[in-house]
């Protein structure tokens, strides 16, 4: 059989952001905003500096970023 190169294609990219509400007893509260339309061959470091210039208009604080490809 003969060998055939395999491409992974990435067509939908989003961030995600999961913002601080406080906390409820010891459990801790999130509220998250998801942003699509993200290039998917977007650099890590610039999906980042993105993601640190939308948490700078944010009331809350941001606690976790996430890169979600499809």
Do not use: R
């Amino acid at each position: 059989m003969k060998k055939i190169a395999i491409k992974k294609y990435k067509y939908e990219s989003k961030m995600k952001l999961e913002f601080d509400e406080g906390m409820d007893g010891d459990k801790q509260i999130t509220k998250s905003k998801t942003y699509g339309n993200i290039k998917p061959n977007t650099e890590h470091e610039k999906f980042y500096q993105v993601a640190g210039s939308i948490s700078a208009f944010q009331p809350l604080t941001v606690l976790k970023v996430k890169k979600i490809e499809k």
